[in-house]
């Protein structure tokens, strides 16, 4: 009996946290399955990453987490490869995760959009996929402490989706557009959060602007 009151407790609270979201209304055609991001993501890795087959082959799992300002996040298997047997420690073992909103599921950016970042995101696994534990261990701590890496890093990720296809200027442009407007509809504190990211990121004004170049 304890613990169906629990469950029930569990149940209602889940109810009242769960606050609709509010999609921007061109985005209510593009809901996602994980089917089409994987299929995209294979696509994506065969067509830039056709020098390096190893990891070409590699596994990426996606996962999907809630919250309202980061849409998407990668992150190495650094658990799993630590409790991996030796024979199977070839690097095309590797599994990589990609934590994908669960709002993709509602309402996600278009195609381009959408392309154009998992290119970006793409990037980053293929870095932990050249680094070894140690130096993905020392990024992630630089990348945490230090916002001057973080903003770096994360534009210098950004030039290589939009150097491997022109086209994806346009796409990353909308994807920001669309960042943006989630956080405006959905986030505590939007104009905090808008600030921070077009800091970071190339936002969709510059993205947009005809003299654009990336500084690397
Ligand atoms: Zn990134």
């Not at 793409?122 to 070894?132: C, E, F, I, M, S």
């Not at 210098?156 to 909308?174: I, V």
């Not at 504190?189 to 990211?197: H, Q, R, S, T």
Request: hydrophobic share 35%; proline share 5%.
């Amino acid at each position: 009996m304890i613990k169906f009151y629990l469950i029930l407790g569990i149940c209602t609270m889940t109810i009242i946290s769960a606050k609709p979201i509010t999609c921007p209304n061109y985005t209510q055609n593009y809901p996602y399955t994980d089917e089409q991001i994987i299929n995209y993501l294979n696509e994506l890795k065969k067509e830039y990453f056709s020098h390096e087959p190893e990891f070409v082959q590699t596994k990426i799992k996606l996962k999907d987490y809630r919250n309202k300002a980061y849409y998407l996040a990668t992150k190495p298997n650094l658990v799993g490869n630590l409790f991996r047997k030796k024979k199977r420690s070839k690097k095309n073992k590797t599994t990589y995760i990609i934590n994908r909103s669960i709002y993709f599921k509602y309402c996600g950016p278009g195609p381009l959009a959408m392309k154009a970042i998992l290119l970006h995101e793409l990037k980053h696994l293929y870095d932990y996929y050249l680094w070894n534990k140690g130096k993905t261990i020392l990024f992630g701590l630089k990348y945490l402490l230090s916002k001057k890496f973080h903003m770096a890093y994360e534009k210098r990720t950004d030039c290589f989706s939009l150097k491997a296809n022109p086209e994806f200027q346009k796409g990353l442009a909308q994807y920001r557009k669309w960042v943006v407007e989630m956080i405006r509809l959905n986030a505590k504190n939007p104009l905090k959060k808008i600030k921070a990211k077009n800091t970071i990121y190339y936002s969709e004004a510059e993205l947009k602007d005809p003299h654009f170049n990336c500084k690397e």
